[in-house]
C-alpha cells in the first residue's frame, strides 16, 4: 500500500507540471500569433455573403439576436373543418337525429346508431409569417384550406381570429388577416441574392411545438419538378423542418424573411435533411395580387415549351443545351403575334437569362400582363430579337388526355421501332385534334425500341421530320429513307399539344 500511496503523490507532481507547462505553452503561443482565433472565423464567412448585411453578432457568435427579432413575427395557425358524411345507405336525414329530446334519452350517438348522418371534426395546425403591421399573414394554402375556423396565436400567446383573404393553390399559398395593435412584422428579403451555402434559419411550430427553431444552410435555389406546385422555384435546405413548419419563415443571417417553408422529401413522415421552401420574391408577387383582387393574374405567352437536352441542341444548331424549345404557338396568342415560330428555342426574356422551360414558365407568369419584353431566340442557329406584349394567362390551361387508337395497324409506312400510316380527318377527329391537320399517326410501337425509350406512343402524329414538312406516309418515307441510321427529330401533335422528340437509332 506504502508504494502505492507514494506512486500516487508522484503522479499528482508530475501532473501538475504537464499541466502548469500546457497553459504556459498556449500563452505564448497566442501572444506570438502561432494559433488562429476561433472568434474571427465565423463573421468572416458570413460577411462574404452578398445576402448579408448585418453580421452574426453576441456571445460565441450565435444566433440569438436573429432569432430575437424575427421569432415574433412567426405565429402558430391551428384550422378547424367540420366534415358531415352521408346517412347510412337506405335512411333518411331526418331533423330528429339532432333532437335534443332524443339525445337526452339516447346519447349523443343517437344517430349514429340509427344510420343518421355523421359529423366529424378535422384539426390542423401549421404556422405562418405576419409580413404587415396591418395583421397580413401569408402561409401555405394546405394549412388553411376548407378551414371552417381559424385561430391564430402569436408569441406572446394573443389570439386572434383569421381571414382568409385569398388563396393561390398554384403556389400553395395564402394569405390571412388578423386584427389586432402593435402587431410584429418581418421584413422581405430579396431571394434572387441567396446563394447556396449559406446560412438560414426556419422558425416554426413542428408537431405543434411553438416558436421551434432550427439551423442549416441553402442546399441549392430553383428547384422545379418537385411535384408540390404547379409553379416551382424552390429553395432547398438542410434546417430541419417537420409537419407543423409548413407557412413558416425561412430567414437569412439579417434577420429578414427569404422564404415560406413549405414541404420536406421523407420516406418516413419526417425530416430527413431535405426541405422546401417558396423564395420570398414568389411569395411577395403573390401576395400583392391576392390582397389587390382577390386572386392571382399571371402573364401568358400562348407556346408549349420543353427542356432542350444535348440532342436536341445538335439538331438546332445550338451552342449548349439550355433555353425552352418552343414546340406549339397558340394561334392569335402574344407569341403568334410577335412573330414566333415553332421550333424557336427562347434564351432570354425580359433581359433575363432563360436555362429550362421550367425557368420560362417561372418568368412569364409573374411578368405584368400587358407589358411589352424584348425576346431573344434562336432560330435557324442564329440569335433573332422579337418584341412580344404579355396576354392574360387563360383560366383553364389543361386539356384532355389523349385518347389512343386501339384498332391494329394495317399496310402503314414503316420506321425502325414503329410504324405509321397516312392522317385522315376521320382519325384525326376520333383522336381529339384539328381534322385539317396534315402528317401521319403512329399505329405501333415495338417494345423496348429506340421510339418507345424517346417517348413515342401510338395515336402520335408526326407533322415533320428533321424539319421537313410531312403531308402523307409518301412523304415520311421518302425522308426517313435518307436518314439510314441517323437521329430522327419527330415533330408530335397530341391531344395534349404539341412536341419535339429525338429518336435515337
Excluded at 506504502?2 to 497566442?30: D, H, N, P, Y
Excluded at 346517412?87 to 330528429?96: E, F, N, R, V, Y
Excluded at 409573374?366 to 442557329?381: F, L, P, Y
Amino acid at each position: 500500500m506504502a508504494i502505492e500511496r507514494t506512486s500516487f503523490k508522484m503522479g499528482l507532481i508530475a501532473g501538475a507540471f504537464l499541466v502548469v507547462g500546457a497553459v504556459a505553452g498556449i500563452a505564448l503561443s497566442a501572444r506570438m500569433n502561432w494559433m488562429p482565433v476561433a472568434e474571427s472565423a465565423a463573421p468572416l464567412a458570413l460577411a462574404q455573403s452578398s445576402a448579408v448585411s448585418v453580421p452574426v453578432n453576441g456571445p460565441g457568435n450565435n444566433f440569438v439576436p436573429i432569432v430575437k427579432a424575427a421569432s415574433p413575427a412567426v405565429v402558430n395557425i391551428s384550422t378547424k373543418r367540420v366534415v358531415k358524411s352521408k346517412s347510412a345507405k337506405g335512411m333518411p336525414d331526418s331533423p330528429l337525429f339532432n333532437d335534443p329530446f332524443f339525445k337526452h334519452f339516447f346519447g349523443d350517438e343517437f344517430g349514429h346508431r340509427f344510420g343518421g348522418p355523421r359529423r366529424r371534426e378535422e384539426n390542423a395546425l401549421g404556422s405562418g409569417v405576419i409580413v404587415d403591421p396591418k395583421g397580413y399573414i401569408i402561409t401555405n394554402n394546405h394549412v388553411i384550406a376548407k378551414a371552417d375556423e381559424i385561430k391564430v396565436v402569436l408569441n406572446d400567446e394573443r389570439e386572434f381570429e383569421g381571414e382568409v383573404v385569398g388563396t393561390d393553390p398554384k403556389t400553395d399559398l395564402a394569405v390571412i388577416k388578423i386584427k389586432g395593435k402593435d402587431l410584429p412584422s418581418l421584413k422581405w428579403a430579396d431571394s434572387t441574392r441567396l446563394e447556396v451555402g449559406e446560412y438560414v434559419l426556419a422558425i416554426g411550430n413542428p408537431f405543434g411545438l411553438n416558436q421551434t427553431i432550427t439551423m442549416g444552410i441553402v442546399s441549392a435555389v430553383g428547384r422545379a419538378n418537385v411535384g408540390i406546385a404547379d409553379y416551382e422555384d424552390f429553395i432547398q435546405t438542410d434546417a430541419a423542418i417537420n409537419p407543423g413548419n409548413s407557412g413558416g419563415a425561412l430567414v437569412n443571417t439579417s434577420g429578414e424573411l427569404v422564404g415560406i417553408n413549405t414541404a420536406i422529401f421523407s420516406r418516413s413522415g419526417g425530416y430527413m435533411g431535405i426541405g422546401f421552401a417558396v423564395p420570398s420574391n414568389m411569395a411577395k408577387g403573390v401576395m400583392t395580387s391576392l390582397i389587390k383582387d382577390g386572386k392571382v393574374t399571371r402573364g401568358w405567352l400562348g407556346v408549349s415549351i420543353q427542356n432542350v437536352n444535348k440532342d436536341i441542341a445538335e439538331q438546332f444548331d445550338l451552342k449548349e443545351a439550355s433555353g425552352a424549345l418552343i414546340s406549339e404557338i397558340m394561334k392569335d396568342g402574344p407569341a403568334a403575334e410577335a412573330g414566333m415560330e415553332a421550333g424557336d428555342v427562347i434564351v432570354s426574356f425580359d433581359g433575363q437569362k432563360v436555362d429550362d422551360s421550367t425557368g420560362l414558365r417561372n418568368i412569364v407568369a409573374r411578368t405584368e400582363v400587358g407589358k411589352r419584353v424584348e425576346v431573344i431566340v434562336i432560330r435557324d442557329g442564329k440569335r433573332k430579337t422579337l418584341k412580344v406584349k404579355t396576354g392574360k394567362q387563360p383560366k383553364d390551361m389543361g386539356r384532355d388526355p389523349v385518347e389512343q387508337d386501339e384498332e391494329s395497324a394495317e399496310n402503314g409506312a414503316e420506321a425502325t421501332g414503329f410504324r405509321v400510316k397516312t392522317l385522315t380527318p376521320e382519325i384525326a377527329e376520333e383522336l381529339g385534334i384539328d381534322t385539317s391537320e396534315k402528317g401521319v399517326v403512329v399505329t405501333a410501337v415495338e417494345p423496348g425500341s429506340a421510339a418507345q425509350q424517346a417517348g413515342l406512343r401510338r395515336g402520335d402524329v408526326i407533322v415533320s421530320l428533321n424539319r421537313k414538312r410531312i403531308s402523307n406516309a409518301t412523304d415520311f418515307n421518302r425522308v426517313a429513307g435518307k436518314l439510314k441510321d441517323k437521329k430522327m427529330l419527330l415533330r408530335i401533335v397530341r391531344k395534349t399539344g404539341k412536341a419535339f422528340i429525338i429518336i435515337k437509332p
